[in-house]
C-alpha cells in the first residue's frame, strides 16, 4: 500500500493508546503487515520494477507518494492530535518501517535483512500473488481509507 496510507494507519491505531508510544510502534509495524494483505494494485507496479521494465516510473511513484505522506504527518501534527503527539510518532514510525527495510534491501541486499524482505512479501503476496485489483481501483480503495481516517484523526 502506499507509504501515506501505511502511515494514516499507524496513526490511527495510535491515537486510540495515546499514552502507550512502545505499543503504538508494535502494533503500527503490525497493521503494515495485515493491511497489505489487502490487495491493492501495486502488483505490476513492483513487478516491473524488479523486471526493469519501469524502474524510473515505479521510483516516481514512491516519491510522489513519500512526499505526500511527508505532508500528510506535516498537516496531523499541525491540526491537533493533543496528548497523542509521541504515541502517533511511533504509530506512525512503526506503519511504516517495513517498506524502509524493505527499500533499504532492494538498494544494499544487506543479507541480514533478506528474512525480513520474505516476511514482507509473504503477507503483501499472499493474496495479490492469485488475484490484484487494477491501480486505479487500489489508488480509489486507499483514497476513501485516507479520508475516512482524516476525518476521525483531526
Ligand atoms: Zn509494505
Redesign the pocket.
Known amino acids: 500500500?502506499f507509504i501515506t496510507t501505511?502511515a494514516a494507519l499507524g496513526a490511527l491505531i495510535a491515537q486510540q493508546i495515546p499514552d502507550q508510544p512502545f505499543a503504538a510502534f508494535v502494533l503500527g509495524m503490525a497493521s503494515?503487515f495485515l493491511s497489505?494483505i489487502i490487495p491493492h494494485g501495486d502488483t505490476n507496479l513492483y513487478k516491473s520494477y524488479i523486471s526493469g521494465k519501469h524502474v524510473k516510473r515505479s521510483i516516481a511513484y514512491i516519491v510522489i507518494d513519500s512526499i505526500i505522506a511527508l505532508l500528510f504527518v506535516l498537516f496531523l501534527f499541525n491540526v491537533g492530535l493533543g496528548d497523542a503527539k509521541f504515541a502517533v510518532t511511533m504509530g506512525i514510525i512503526g506503519g511504516v518501517l517495513?517498506?524502509f527495510i524493505?527499500a533499504i534491501y532492494e538498494v544494499l541486499r544487506l543479507r541480514g535483512l533478506g528474512w525480513f524482505h520474505r516476511l514482507?512479501f509473504f503477507f503483501?503476496n499472499m493474496v495479490s500473488e492469485k488475484k490484484d485489483m487494477t491501480f486505479a481501483s487500489g489508488f480509489a480503495m486507499q483514497m476513501v481509507f485516507l479520508a475516512a481516517v482524516i476525518s476521525l484523526v483531526v
Open positions: 500500500m501505511h503494515h497489505d517495513p517498506d524493505v514482507h503483501h
